[in-house]
């Protein structure tokens, strides 16, 4: 998946779950481009073949671009989206 063009976001990436996991499907996004997000709040949620595991904010700011969209399989470490802080 190509980078975002945006200067200066912290990305928001699908995490290592376990070993036996290599990718994942995002199930819903909870929160929506331009709405603000907390640090460590829940803002997607990635389904596996075991479970549908929220993924938290790795920082407080605004969701300013979601880059994998509902349905989309991702691998373990891909971007999922971009916060500005």
Do not use: C, F, H
């Amino acid at each position: 998946m190509a980078a975002s063009s945006r200067p200066g976001g912290i990305p928001v990436v699908m995490p290592n779950m376990d070993l036996t996991i290599t990718e994942a499907t995002v199930a819903k996004w909870l929160k929506r481009v331009g709405q603000s997000v907390r640090a460590g709040e829940e803002i997607v949620e990635m389904e596996t073949d075991k479970a549908v595991v929220p993924i938290e904010s790795p920082a407080g700011g605004t969701l300013i671009e979601i880059l994998a969209p509902e349905g989309t399989t991702v691998a373990l470490g891909q971007q999922l989206g971009i916060i500005e802080p």
